[in-house]
């Protein structure tokens, strides 16, 4: 019915009264045309044989916007597709923030998890990130700000176009946006802008790939300690192999789920294997929740050198490396046998710059509110008592010094 746009009419038929349990074919009609002719409009629904059940009664099993009202028929905006037609219910700014909202919900983990909603702070940003995870398109991408440009001109447009985001994206007022401001100036560009036109943003070389559960099957991992206890060593799941060694300058993408689960990813092979520009950590988990995203260094034999915390996706802190930490501890690994990497970003700025002495790092450990993190078998205090061990720890590196490592490499 969303498809093909027929409306489904609260009016069981102009000409008949309902007699509370259906109507016989010969007293009410299935389908009319509208007052226009090219509105369809379903009354009554057919069952068991020629008897006609009036769609009001189904109002309690069909989703809200399914059933039209009267007032609809005659304000539905009308959309178009090559030769295809079809109709839309004029809905509200609000309405459509509560459902963005309603999504936010719907992508979210337990607290303490990360996503892709709860990542961003502000609400354009939150919409930007679920609509790469609900793009009735195929998840596209280009760049992370598109969606977000978009939405902006969305909202801000006057009188509101009365469309759903993606309507109005796609098939609306959206649809050539930024190519028609490129050449008019309608209004002030924003940072971006030309990597968002829709060359660019609809091609399917941009998009995400989203991996299917046989796909991120291929990519699960065990880690197991060496036989002297003081490496630990990362190997694929379905055939056993060593995950291979990693470029000094590409550490392979890793996501780790709810579920406890590591997934790695060869990044640079991949690319070519899922005909896609660049795997994002989203794709890997197809935008579900996650206990922590960024990148591992494997050196020869699946050894792991370090494992960072940086996604533009999840935006893991400094929880989501103690969460780890203390993982690792519970297997009975040598936390000491890796690197644990952080960004610099992580702790309080002074005088302009980034502040990694130890004593800021244990002050971020203090100050975090750990009570927020309600995962099952991690414990608020014994995280508290974890992180003030790793971030002081001899093998706590930061990205800038990696960096330097890598162009000594």
Known sequence: VRQKRIFLSRRSDPTSEDNGIGYREAEAVFMTCGDNKHKPIAHNFPINGNILVPLKHLAAILPDDILWEDTDLKTART?????????????????????????????????????LPDAPDEFERKVAAVSEAVDPRGHRYRRQFCFKNYYVRYKDEEPFSGLHFFEWLDFGPGTFLLEENEKRKMFDEMYGDDSCVKKWFNHPKFW????????????????????????????YKHNDEYVPKSAADEPHLYAWDLHEKFYVVDDMYDRKKYGADEIKHSSIVAGRPVLAAGEVHVGHDGVIWGINFNSGHYYPDIHSISIMYQWMKNQGFDTSALHWIAREEFFEYKGGQDDTSPESRIAECNNFDWDSVMLPGYDSKQLHRVCTEVTVSPSWKFCGEVAKRRKRL
Do not use: C, N
């Open 79 to 115: 959309l178009k597709y090559k030769s295809t037609l079809w109709y839309t219910r004029p809905i509200t700014l609000k309405a459509e923030q509560e459902t963005f909202t309603q999504m936010f919900s719907q992508w979210q983990g337990p607290p303490g998890s990360l996503s």
């Open 208 to 235: 995400v790939p989203y991996f299917t559960d046989e796909q991120r099957s291929e990519h699960e991992v065990s880690i197991a300690p060496s036989r002297d206890g003081k490496r630990l060593i990362m190997r």
